[in-house]
């Protein structure tokens, strides 16, 4: 029996999906078809009361980010920004202590989300990616391969952040604008559900998918082999 292909959902050009209608059809690669065994595995993970519940609420909150939803044929219009979804989910959890670990170049919409939060009745507790100011010397950098050369620069740390919020037994912990990696690590080693509210995107106002929209266009590079990384002058 030859080894089953790997999903490759994203290139999958279906449209009545098997994934998404009990009539539909897939793909070779499609884990739908081939992974019968694994899913009825996974599913069996939301017979656990707590990520049950999780994944109900998640669901609910999901539909209420659309109106109109009883009006047939339905089109889609959606009436909520993912701040908003994002407090009305945890009042729905019934969490009150929320984490903010954060990116210190993002301390602005670091704190209006604080100010938001506080005044949706929450405690916020916030964390600066930079707390300890520990140089970046401590994870072998050199000179040359810090922002500022030559110059003291403390490291992100992702870990702290995330023990931090640990010790402080939050509830629930909102990423906003952690660099590509940090943000790994705090996932890895937070200890409460983590949301992402904001991902950084240093060129494109914090919206990375605008890099994918623009691909036939601005970003049509990124789809040669190799990325192309300007320069810089001496």
Do not use: W
């Amino acid at each position: 029996m030859s080894e089953k292909p790997s999903p490759m959902c994203a290139t999958c050009s279906i449209r009545d999906r098997i994934c998404r209608s009990d009539d539909g059809r897939g793909p070779e690669s499609c884990p739908t078809i081939n992974y019968k065994d694994v899913i009825e595995r996974t599913v069996k993970e939301y017979e656990k009361p707590e990520v049950r519940e999780f994944a109900r609420v998640a669901s609910l909150q999901e539909a209420e980010c659309y109106s109109n939803r009883d009006i047939k044929p339905y089109v889609l219009h959606p009436v909520k920004p993912r701040v908003q979804e994002i407090c009305e989910f945890a009042e729905k959890m019934g969490y009150k202590k929320l984490g903010i670990a954060h990116c210190a170049g993002l301390h602005p919409e670091a704190q209006s989300l604080s100010n938001i939060l506080t005044a949706q009745g929450f405690e916020p507790v916030s964390v600066s990616c930079k707390i300890g100011c520990t140089p970046k010397e401590v994870l072998g950098l050199k000179e040359d391969e810090k922002v500022r050369v030559n110059e003291f620069e403390s490291m992100c740390s992702p870990i702290a952040q995330a023990v931090l919020l640990n010790e402080e037994k939050t509830d629930f912990n909102i990423l906003v604008g952690l660099c590509v990696g940090h943000d790994s690590l705090f996932l890895k080693y937070s200890e409460a559900y983590t949301t992402v509210l904001v991902t950084k995107d240093r060129v494109l106002a914090h919206n990375p998918a605008a890099a994918l929209y623009t691909t036939s266009t601005y970003y049509a590079r990124l789809l040669r082999p190799g990325i192309d990384v300007p320069k810089e002058k001496n």
